[in-house]
């Protein structure tokens, strides 16, 4: 479904685009995917939404056919993406599965502010993308997706979340029509 409205109450959340995660070759370079999603950020702030940070820092246990071992990881690896600059409001989360509602606190504090929408941006569209999107759809949140303002490392993954799995759990736009729907909807 194509982008409608923007709730009242609505979140900008941000997956994974930290330097580790934007380290990893992407389908579509990262500066465009950073560059939207800052754009995202600077929207919800001035329309005083909130704005949450995820970041991952390890992985869930278990084993699995295709797992990624982070081993040791440099330091800066879970810093974010210095473009992408967060506020000091922001709320932080850190993850270690790949949906961001896991183990966090992310579902109490939006539900403490009252939101009932999240918009969706980051790395990677197949794996931290859409685990939370999934998550929040299942948590009765309304989902609207980025899709210019997401990648993944695969393109037929990317491609599989964007045309069938997310007009199954939201609706999608562009980070355009995301700003103008919210300037719109704010006046």
């Given amino acids: 479904m194509t982008l409608t409205t923007i709730d009242r109450k609505a979140a ?13 070759p992407t389908v579509h370079p990262v500066d465009g995917v950073v560059k939207n999603a800052r754009a995202l950020g600077g929207a919800f702030r001035a329309h005083g939404l909130p704005v949450v940070l995820v970041n991952v820092a390890g992985g869930a246990p278990g084993r699995a056919e295709q797992s990624r071992s982070l081993g040791a990881l440099p330091p800066d690896w879970t810093e974010l993406a210095p473009d992408l600059d967060p506020g000091p409001e922001d709320h932080r989360v850190t993850k270690r599965s790949w949906g961001a509602f896991t183990n966090t606190d992310l579902e109490e504090h939006l539900k403490k502010l009252g939101v009932t929408q999240i918009v969706l941006a980051g790395v990677a569209t197949s794996i931290g993308v859409e685990s939370t999107a999934r998550q929040a759809h299942e948590l009765e949140f309304n989902v609207t997706l980025a899709i210019d303002a997401m990648t993944d490392m695969s393109s037929d993954a990317h491609t599989n979340s964007i045309e069938r799995i997310f007009p199954r759990l939201g609706e999608t736009g562009t980070t355009r029509e995301i700003i103008e729907l919210l300037a719109r909807t704010r006046t």
């Avoid at 941000?14 to 990893?24: A, C, F, R």
């Fill in 12 to 24: 900008l959340v941000v997956i994974d685009l930290q330097k580790g995660i934007l380290s990893y």
